[in-house]
């Protein structure tokens, strides 16, 4: 499995895995233009050359927010998000950043698991951030 940094080719692959991740819509064209503003980076983990997951980062100033991690679920248990976060935390201390953030829903456990291993902690919560269903966000904090 590789980590690479995805470029404008790999927005339909990307807009793939986030559809079927997070059943989301988001179309092939806003993706590129997410990676088209310097500000942002997105992390895509290869096996066999299919893309199984990825990551994406928001950069703003020396703060950086995370969007999301995803991995397809069939490829899940395999340190595959590991790998990708394990790249945005070289990338944000390339760029100096002071810290990492991101939401989650209190209910996942996958993940809140998985940024705590990495030194993410509850700096927060946000009521009803998220709705179908509606949930409660945890914001975690890794700061540098
Ligand atoms: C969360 C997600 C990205 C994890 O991807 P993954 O490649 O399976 O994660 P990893 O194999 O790197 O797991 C790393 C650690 O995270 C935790 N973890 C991951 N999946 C878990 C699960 N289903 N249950 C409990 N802990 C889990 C474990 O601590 C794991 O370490 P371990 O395998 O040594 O126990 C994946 O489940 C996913 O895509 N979920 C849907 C999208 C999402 O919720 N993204 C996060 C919010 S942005």
Redesign the pocket.
Known sequence: MIIEKADLNCADEIAVIESK??KSNRSVNSIRRFLSDENNEIYIAKTDEKTV?YGSLNVILDEGY????????E?????????I?QEIIECAKRKSLKFLT?E??ES????I??YS?FGFCKAGERKNYYSDPKENAILLTKTF
């Open positions: 991740v997070f997951g995370i969007i999301d991690i995803a991995v397809l679920e490829y899940r248990r395999q340190k595959i998000a590991t790998r976060l991101l989650v829903r996942n456990k996958a993940a698991l998985l291993k």
